[in-house]
């Protein structure tokens, strides 16, 4: 047999050994990913694969170490330049936790003064972690898209640059010496119709809570509700839409507590202090009450809310009243009313 035939039988030789290592190492690979919670692991493997099948070079080029000197190819029988060698490093890595959305806003989960463009996204930290990957979908990801890779000692990415008033998904990957983790359960987020800071959100949980919320009785819950939603059409219909009735009325301010605090419309800080409507004194459904009209996803006792809800008032109406979208009976007398829309 001649030196080409035998070079020959080696190649084939080697490149079905190469097969049979990278089946062999695709399995590891596979048990390692099912037992990814477990301990940390570590093995290493080496196959040497002829870069001249044009298989083997799609497969394993990209983790490709060194090329196969010339002696060390002498002995192998094969070309040097043909031979490669790989070496692949397989370690268990643990599934990322995400932690839970924050309401009733502290600029955590939905940040302070941007809820309407960014989300934040936060998890627990993983041991033995080059990087974590955060990846979303909904609004402009319209499939699973990378958005960001952070080091080791990030344990929460602000994503930016998203939708108004629209529900997105996120999921986070941790990676160790070029193996991946699971990925962790979704999270699904909504931005917010409106901005606001601390001040603003507590002005609106204030104002609720001054018209209904101090009543504890279930015939409040929607009221509660609508007077919310009040709040929060309003000033959406301002900013954000330009509505003929309310642009021109709340134009002057530049944020919701000032609208309440001093337009005229709503009670001042001070007539809400006096009256005990501190945010301290808010209760458990008026600031999901809020948080709802807000990001337009929480029911409270299965009420939705009304995006057509503008004014309310406690003035004597039936609930006849054409005026009247919901009107509900006082205990002491006479009705308070919601209106769809403002007479002036």
């Known amino acids: 047999m001649g030196n080409n035939e035998i070079k020959n039988v080696m190649k084939r030789t080697f490149t079905a050994a190469m097969a ?26 080496v196959v040497y694969a002829d870069r001249s099948e044009s298989a083997a070079d799609e497969t394993v080029s990209e983790n490709a170490d060194e090329t196969v000197d010339e002696t060390e190819a002498a002995e192998l029988g094969v070309d040097g330049p043909n031979m490669i060698i790989v070496r692949r490093k397989y370690v268990s890595v643990d599934k990322v936790k995400l932690r839970g959305e924050i309401k009733y806003n502290n600029g955590e989960t ?128 301002a900013k954000y839409l330009n509505d003929p009735i309310w642009a ?49 996803k929480i029911k409270v006792d299965n009420i939705p809310h009304d995006r057509k809800v503008f004014f309310w008032c406690n003035t004597y109406y039936y609930p006849s009243s054409y005026k009247v979208a919901y009107a509900y009976k006082i205990p002491w007398g006479g009705y308070f009313a919601i209106w769809r829309e403002y007479w002036g």
Not at 20 to 45: K, L, N, R
Not at 145 to 174: C, E, G, I, P, W
Not at 253 to 274: E, P, R, V
Request: proline share 1%.
């Open 248 to 296: 021109p009325y709340y134009k002057n301010y530049t944020s919701i507590q000032n609208i309440i605090y001093y337009s005229g419309g709503f009670m001042s800080d001070a007539g809400l202090a006096y009256d005990g409507a501190t945010y301290a004194n808010t209760t458990e459904l008026v600031r999901n009450a809020v948080y709802g009209a807000v990001y337009d």
């Open 20 to 45: 049979v290592a990278m089946i062999a190492v695709f399995a590891a690979e596979t048990q390692m990913g099912a037992s990814a919670a477990e301990a940390v692991d570590e093995t290493e493997s």
């Open 110 to 237: 939905h940040p302070w003064g941007a809820q309407t463009n960014s989300l934040k996204i936060r998890w627990n930290a993983v041991d033995r972690v080059d990087n974590y990957e955060v990846w979303a979908y909904g609004g402009q990801y319209t499939k699973w898209t990378k958005v960001k890779t952070l080091a080791s000692d990030k344990l929460a990415f602000t994503v930016k640059n998203l939708y108004r008033d629209t529900q997105y998904k996120f999921k986070v990957r941790a990676s160790y010496s070029g193996c991946y983790g699971a990925y962790s359960d979704v999270q699904t987020l909504k931005t917010a119709r409106i901005d606001f800071d601390k001040a603003g959100w507590e002005a609106m949980c204030r104002i609720v809570y001054h018209e209904v919320g101090g009543v504890n009785d279930k015939m409040w819950n929607e009221p509660i509700v609508h007077v919310a939603d009040c709040i929060v059409n309003q000033y959406e219909g």
